[in-house]
């Protein structure tokens, strides 16, 4: 009998699938980034009054999800992936009528990695005041479970350690403020408290990481 069981192979193919996903929509709300930053005003404001200069949009691999909203969706349906495994990937909602949105539209987009520097999930950033929710998360999928994983762990990875340093903070925009300010070595929870498969991952990094959480009650 072989060593591979059919459902094993269907669950790699997926996961590989899903990974691809990622990659091809981080890929396309970068260079989308870049392209509206050429004419946007608007957008081009809010990056000069944040600080998000061209080696922090490079760095973070920031991008920017259109209005309109079904690019997306329609991108990678053109790139011959099934609307199941764009679901899959937590980029689509569909409707009670079955119509298919894009989760994100209108956002300046943060690429979540794992920590085999594969992008698995994504933070998304109202741009508008009146925009209800003004950050989204990834839903949890086959390859983001988001208390497991850290933001900025790809930054930090490329970082050489000055001093054994490590600080956590709250979130994205908190994790490039920090690197701004030259602190490199700063990671964030994805906006819930910390688990302990975070903590163990800070320990890998750093001895003694500092906490520096807003201090709410959460």
Excluded at 90 to 98: A, D, F, H, Q
Excluded at 144 to 171: A, H, R, T
Excluded at 176 to 194: H, Q
Aim: proline letters at 3%; a positive charge.
């Amino acid at each position: 009998e072989s060593i591979y069981k059919k459902e094993d192979v269907l669950v790699q193919n997926k996961i590989k699938n899903l990974k691809d996903i990622m990659k091809i929509s981080s890929d396309w709300y970068h260079h989308n980034l870049k392209r509206e930053l050429k004419t946007n005003k608007y957008l081009q404001e809010i990056f000069k009054k944040r600080n998000f200069n061209e080696s922090i949009i490079n760095n973070f691999y920031l991008g920017y999800a259109p209005k309109r909203n079904d690019t997306l969706y329609n991108y990678l349906k053109s790139k011959n992936f099934s609307s199941r495994d764009v679901f899959d990937a937590g980029l689509i909602i569909v409707s009670k009528k079955k119509e298919k949105f894009d989760r994100f539209s209108n956002r300046i987009m943060f690429p979540i990695y794992d920590y085999f520097s594969n992008v698995v999930g994504f933070g998304g950033r109202a741009l508008f005041k009146n925009q209800i929710v003004k950050y989204i998360n990834s839903p949890s999928t086959d390859i983001f479970k988001k208390g497991d994983i850290l933001f900025g762990w790809q930054q930090c990875k490329n970082n050489p350690m000055q001093k054994n340093e490590l600080y956590l903070v709250e979130g994205y925009t908190d994790v490039i403020s920090m690197y701004n300010a030259g602190y490199k070595n700063t990671v964030a929870p994805m906006g819930t408290a910390i688990t302990s498969k975070q903590i163990i991952c800070s320990w890998r990094i750093s001895k003694e990481p500092i906490l520096c959480l807003d201090g709410d009650e959460a």
